[in-house]
T-cell receptor, first 116, second 112 residues
Framework: AQKITQTQPGMFVQEKEAVTLDCTYD???????LFWYKQPSSGEMIFLIY??????QNATEGRYSLNFQKARKSANLVISASQLGDSAMYFC?????????????FGKGNQVVVIP | NAGVTQTPKFRILKIGQSMTLQCTQD?????MYWYRQDPGMGLKLIYY???????DKGEVPNGYNVSRSTTEDFPLRLELAAPSQTSVYFC???????????FGSGTRLTVV
């Protein structure tokens, strides 16, 4: 079963506007972590932001913030004041228990194109 | 620091050939992972290691093997390459299981 769901089609965003990327997750664990990664066209995976399941405040990192709604099992990424360099694929991931260890399970990604 | 280094960056293999994808990290991380990313998809876990001498299968281990003789190195071996193994392969590491990963730059593999 899909653990991380990212269903938005490709998004076009005007430069300097904010964009919200949706992510819902499925877990029965009480302790878990949620991550967002950016993958530009060059292909590398860049860590953006992390939210722990027990964190009471939404995580923020510069222009990135994570809108964490635990009851709804959603962890949406908000990028404020979009820049051309934000054009990329964005992946939501969840740290989950995996046969006694931990792993990151990834969604299929959201494509964002920032237009001037 | 170099972080996580993967070689090669690109490779074309013929069906039935074998190769090893190299992964080295210089951060003294215990945990290392191999993922594959198919076009338009997220990453799927192939194998992982929680320390030197310990490896375990992930979601899609068939057709691959790994070893972890040192903390730094975690090579991925493809035996008898098949077109279904055409993908981008990422190696990643983390100091403890609760943190996010540092990824290598990826290896783009095509099997023809």
């Amino acid at each position: 079963a899909q653990k991380i769901t990212q269903t938005q089609p490709g998004m076009f965003v005007q430069e300097k506007e904010a964009v919200t990327l949706d992510c819902t997750y499925d877990t029965s664990d009480q302790s878990y972590g949620l991550f967002w990664y950016k993958q530009p066209s060059s292909g590398e995976m860049i860590f953006l932001i992390y939210q722990g399941s027990y964190d009471e405040q939404n995580a923020t990192e510069g222009r990135y913030s994570l809108n964490f709604q635990k009851a709804r099992k959603s962890a949406n990424l908000v990028i404020s004041a979009s820049q051309l360099g934000d054009s990329a694929m964005y992946f939501c991931a969840m740290r989950e228990r995996y046969y006694g260890n931990n792993r990151l399970a990834f969604g299929k990604g959201n494509q964002v194109v920032v237009i001037p | 620091n170099a972080g996580v280094t993967q070689t090669p960056k690109f490779r074309i293999l013929k069906i039935g050939q074998s190769m090893t994808l190299q992964c080295t990290q210089d951060m003294n991380h215990n945990y290392m992972y191999w993922y594959r990313q198919d076009p338009g998809m997220g990453l799927k876990l192939i194998y992982y290691s929680v320390g030197a001498g310990i490896t375990d299968k992930g979601e899609v281990p068939n057709g691959y093997n790994v070893s972890r003789s040192t903390t730094e190195d975690f090579p991925l071996r493809l035996e008898l390459a098949a077109p279904s193994q055409t993908s981008v392969y990422f190696c990643a590491s983390t100091p403890t299981a609760i943190y996010g990963y540092t990824f290598g730059s990826g290896t783009r593999l095509t099997v023809v």
